[in-house]
């Protein structure tokens, strides 16, 4: 079964501290791995893309990838409050179309 | 790049109306694009998958008779709600995966069609 599994907070982190997202996926084989991000009322955006196993740094964000644990995480560096959405991790299984976990509610506190 | 515009942003229409939804790639080609319902506080569902040229491929419990899909060119696909009723009041939301240009599975959303029906 194909299945991308995130917790679904509320996660909530001081503003300027490191909020980490994490998200398991079941198909060993898939090759590329996706974070979007969703502000309420709007449509998702996406902000991290990653298909090497390690560390992919971009801006505050940083998406990590452990194929062998089947894991790929989001870390947002000094976070502020309009990092409050909710991340969606999506992966495609095989070469079809992504599968969204259902997303992690963050919230930064001022 | 990699923009895909929807439109209208939000509509309103009364009960046994039909709404077509639009839903265009405006900086690359999109083979395939994909329809989403979302409800309020709960995560994406996939209604259907839009290939270009031949029909919409649509998920299990999604009727393909009341979401007509028509994917008639590479850069425009469109969602009809056919007479709508009160509860399929939702927001959808279309992307488009540029594939062919070594996009790995990538989809880029639209803004999303909030609809409401009376």
């Known amino acids: 079964q194909k299945e991308v599994e995130q917790n679904s907070g509320p996660l909530s982190v001081p503003e300027g501290a490191i909020a980490s997202l994490n998200c398991t996926y079941s198909?060993?084989?898939?090759?590329?791995f996706f974070w979007y991000r969703q502000y309420s009322g709007k449509s998702p955006e996406l902000i991290m893309s990653?298909?090497?196993?390690g560390d992919k740094e971009d801006g505050r964000f940083t998406a990590q990838l452990n194929k062998a644990s089947q894991y790929v995480s989001l870390l947002i560096r000094d976070s502020q409050p309009s990092d409050s959405a909710t991340y969606l991790c999506?992966?495609?299984?095989?070469?079809?179309?992504?599968?969204f976990g259902t997303g992690t509610r963050l919230t930064i506190i001022p | 790049g990699a923009v895909v515009s929807q439109h209208p942003s939000w509509v309103i229409c009364k009960s046994g109306t039909s709404v077509k939804i639009e839903c265009r790639s405006l900086?690359?080609?999109?083979?395939?694009m994909f329809w989403y319902r979302q409800f309020p506080k709960q995560s994406l569902m996939l209604m259907a998958t839009?290939?270009?040229?031949?029909?919409?491929?649509?998920e299990q419990g999604v009727e393909k008779d009341k979401f007509l899909i028509n994917h008639a060119s590479l850069t425009l696909s469109t969602l009809t709600v056919t007479s709508a009723h009160p509860e399929d009041s939702s927001f959808y939301i279309c992307?488009?995966?540029?594939?062919?240009?070594?996009?790995?599975?990538?989809?880029?959303f639209g803004a999303g069609t909030r609809l409401s029906v009376l």
């Open positions: 992307s488009a995966d540029p594939a062919g240009a070594g996009a790995k599975n990538i989809q880029y």
């Open positions: 198909d060993r084989v898939s090759q590329s």
């Open positions: 990653i298909y090497s196993n």
């Open positions: 999506a992966v495609p299984f095989g070469n079809e179309k992504l599968t």
């Open positions: 900086d690359f080609q999109a083979t395939t």
């Open positions: 839009s290939n270009e040229g031949s029909k919409a491929t649509y």
